[in-house]
């Protein structure tokens, strides 16, 4: 039982060369620059942007995907975060504090799979703002996930 | 506003070569390897191990951190999802399916900071089982964020 | 603070006349009597069913208002449920299993508010379906919830 | 179909006297009496009571029991809400506005069942707090649902 679990948390000697040659400065150059971000997103593309709204496609890159072959499921809670807090930077609003989020996985996606990820603001009171993302699979319109996302801003005063 | 969302969502032309440069094969050797799980676990050591409970170590890594420096909210769902599911591994369950995690971020990890994760298992009906799991700063005690996670394993016969 | 805690829970003497008068028998006559529906559900009123949404129109009463005056939230936790639930009930599924269910509470409705309750299946894994529901106010157009709701149903062989 | 879903919400012609009895009148001569905090609470004792911690007693009685003859789901977010909420008035914050409300649903509670509702302060960012609240069967130790209440509370200049 014990040896499952470890062998599931990959606690092997062998560690991924590949991860452990990612050599990733803390310097960064550009301020903005962040691996995480680019990791977990490169390859968005913006098919439609309006206030409240915005639409992107994705497929699916082998390095998003889990032990299963599927995207895994931290990834498409990263887009739930990044495609939903992206609505909110488009408000102007200079920091964001995330306090909750949730999602339905109710379907999967594979290596190669062209994705619809779509976010709408919900609305909310004040500083608090809902955003709701829907990532579907492009040809066959199946839901993949549905997502919630509460974000605040920092004009705490309107509240 | 357009250009604030496109640029937050960085869809400029240079790309990070060093995302580019990952050569993330999918024909794996090893059955079970996963370069996601990896690059999103790698370095997490079990400190306890019971059933229905485990404990673990880890230290932010600059991989996993997004543009503000903070452990990325992708990276805690992906712990939420990966620790939580370690527990169900356990208990000798060839298969899970993922249907709800719903997580509340109550605070920041940095670069370098340690942090306790743990999952705990809920029970449930049936195939049907809820995990709960925390992160906490080791140093300070502080709580990072609590997940749950709801997920089904094969045997439906039981249900 | 004890005092607080324990005036909040209202643990008086004397207890609303009204609750204890209630006499609700647990001999139900009508086999699909339900006093608790009805108490939570009357006075709803369906506009529109099509195969996956229904939209109903409900007038906030007095009953299931708070302390402040507001529609309380567990009568809007209880609309996320049956309104939700009904449209699993329309696709002739003899029994539901209610998983997961959270909610964003993004405004406030009042006593005599007209609001529209819709639900939306989502689709879903097999017996697995999530529905999602809103609670908007008529008149505003303002979003006062956004609920989803995880149930199963009994045809698990389906998974 | 759609007389499936009519009778479900039940719409028919001969609605319940006893809801249509209830008399509420919306000139409360109490400031603090809420009718339906009393229809939900009725019946609950604090167990005990600590700084950040509540823990209390309750019998399912039949008015708050659904068509299935179990503990309503409403009524169990009901306690989310409640439970939680009491955890923030012994704090001497007074407003507080809900947010985000999560329930896992994992056992079922039947009438006359004795449960023990207990409610966690998780701690929170400024003026935003998570509870952690958990339904078990005092008899049996099942555990019912656990839930996951966001709260603000009125002193945002702290966030």
Known sequence: METKTREYLRLTDEDSDRVAGLS?????TEPSYCFYDDFALKGIRIDKLQPGFV????????????RNGDLAMGAIANFVDEIGGALLHEKDTP??????MSISYLGKAKVNDE???SAKLLGGKGAYN??????KNKASGELIAQGR???FT??????
Chains 1, 2, 3, 4 share one sequence.
């Open 115 to 117: 994705l619809e990820i």
């Open 95 to 100: 920091m964001k504090v995330s306090v909750d």
């Open 24 to 28: 990733i400065s803390l310097r960064r």
């Open 154 to 159: 920092k004009q705490f005063s309107k509240i």
């Open 130 to 135: 809902g955003t709701l993302v829907l990532l």
């Open 149 to 151: 996302h509460s974000l």
């Open 55 to 66: 639409s992107c496609s994705f497929t699916v890159p082998p390095r998003l995907t889990d």
